[in-house]
């Protein structure tokens, strides 16, 4: 398993570009589903997550072509024929957001079967929405040893109030409602950037959608849909750990290729700690003396504090001089990398869905763990002001979704490098291969 090995102490200085959106992108792989026609997508991250998603496509007749290179990140899915209408476990437990096959499948094929995703680390995370939606456009739902199995003729129109905010679950039910006979009304959608994004692929595609990125969405369904050629929006995400890495080292970044209207809630929190951000139309320049007043955070959903953004922001509030009050709305259980900033010399208290960051406290460098996607995001940038050389382990999270971390960190100056195992595979390999 590869590990992080980075030294503190470097302001990032220069300019570093934003990669398409992780989120973005995997609901708008799902979508070629949809139809026989190839749809082109480009601005795709080099992330895990989105090989997983080949894999799953793939698996079910889908061809997958995807390339990588200076100017295009770009993939070319087929699904003219669609011979297993499946997502294995095996692929979904590595994948949560694997459930996004649902809604899509069904709409195409009459038929999905998706395992249950199970216990994940952050949270219990059950997919009842998903499933509920499905059951409102005339879907017939039956679980059956771990799977989801819906089925339904054709999806019909129908009502749908989430009880619940779910961006997912409002981009899976998005993709049924398309191709449903007869109009769909959501309610109480997820206004994430992402779920527009979609929405507008589908749009492209042939769909009859109005009030992506509002609470309310109106559906057309129409009989088919054909092939499109999109652009991914870029990572919000990424872009907001780049700014907060930015502001936590004292440095002067250019945060390139991003879209800043995405990112208002964060640029304004920092704005609060006295952190100086200026942005025009794409870029966000941050430029940072070190010091910053405590701010409390509530994430929310968008446009409120992102739960992604949490973890990281963390990471700045062990260096503000005071105490801030971080609240989790989003996820139970999301606050793994407290207890490994607490061990890196942060001051913080857990009270259930609180966390009460006492600062400033120097960091120094241990040995810590990733637990997950964002929590590893936070380890990397407590890294980058610790004394001494940090080691991360289980890097594999981060390699989800930040695309080339390392490299992009080091462009801007940060002392950060990667080592694969360090006892290598031997005692693993079979010995007739060894
Ligand atoms: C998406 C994002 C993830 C982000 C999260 C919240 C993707 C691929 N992932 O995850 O990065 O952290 O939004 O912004 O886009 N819930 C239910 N029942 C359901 C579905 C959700 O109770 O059927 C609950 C969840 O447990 C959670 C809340 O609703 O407490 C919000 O979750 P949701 O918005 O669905 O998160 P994801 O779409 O999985």
Redesign the pocket.
């Known amino acids: 398993m590869d590990k992080f090995v980075i030294r503190g102490g470097n302001p990032l200085l220069g300019t570093v570009r934003i990669s398409g959106a992780?989120?973005a992108a995997?609901?708008a792989m799902a979508a070629a589903l949809l139809t026989d026609e190839p749809v082109i997508l480009e601005n795709i991250p080099q992330v895990r997550?989105i090989e997983t998603t080949r894999r799953l496509l793939a698996s079910m007749g889908a061809e997958v072509e995807l390339g990588y290179g200076r100017a295009h990140h770009r993939t070319t899915i087929s699904c003219a024929k669609l011979e297993h209408p499946e997502a294995t476990y095996e692929l979904v437990k590595t994948m949560?957001?694997s459930t996004?096959v649902l809604g899509p499948l069904v709409a195409r094929c009459g038929v999905a079967k998706v395992s249950l995703p199970g216990g994940c680390a952050?949270?219990?995370?059950?997919?009842?929405?998903?499933?509920?939606g499905l059951e409102r456009l005339g879907a017939t739902i039956t679980t059956e040893h771990g799977y989801v199995v819906a089925r339904a003729e054709r999806l019909q129109g129908g009502h749908i109030v989430f009880?619940?905010?779910?961006?997912?679950?409002?981009?899976d039910l998005l993709m049924a409602a398309v191709l449903a006979d007869g109009e769909t009304l959501m309610e109480n959608c997820?206004r994430?950037p992402?779920v527009a994004d979609l929405a507008a692929l589908l749009v492209k595609m042939g769909a009859n959608i109005e009030g992506a990125g509002t609470s309310t969405i109106r559906v057309r369904g129409v009989a088919k849909l054909g092939g499109a050629r999109h652009r991914i929006i870029p990572d919000r995400?990424e872009a907001g750990t780049y700014i907060i890495a930015a502001a936590l080292t004292g440095g002067d970044l250019n945060v390139t290729d991003c879209n800043p209207a995405h990112l208002t809630a964060v640029l304004q929190k920092l704005e609060e700690t006295g952190v100086k951000v200026r942005h025009n139309a794409e870029s966000v320049r941050v430029m940072s003396e070190g010091g910053f007043k405590p701010a409390d955070v509530n994430t929310e959903?968008?446009p409120g504090f992102?739960?992604?953004m949490q973890a990281q922001y963390m990471a700045l509030a062990t260096q503000a001089d005071g105490t801030s009050i971080i609240t989790e709305n989003?996820?139970?259980n999301r606050f793994m990398h407290a207890q490994e900033l607490v061990r890196m010399g942060a001051n913080i208290r857990m009270e259930g869905r609180r966390a009460i960051v006492r600062g400033k406290t120097p960091l120094s460098a241990a040995a810590v763990l990733a637990s997950d996607?964002?929590a590893s995001a936070s380890l990397v940038l407590a890294a980058l002001v610790a004394d001494g050389e940090t080691i991360i382990d289980r890097v594999y999270h981060i390699d989800r979704g930040y695309e080339r971390i390392e490299e992009k960190l080091r462009g801007v100056g940060g002392e950060i490098r990667r080592i694969g195992e360090m006892f290598p595979k031997r005692a693993t390999v079979p010995a007739a291969q060894g």
């Not at 009880?163 to 981009?171: L, S």
């Open positions: 992780k989120n995997l609901p997550d949560r957001a996004l952050i949270g219990a995370r059950p997919i009842d929405l998903h499933i509920k009880d619940k905010i779910t961006v997912t679950g409002t981009e997820a994430e992402e995400i959903e968008y992102a739960t992604d989003i996820f139970e996607l964002r």
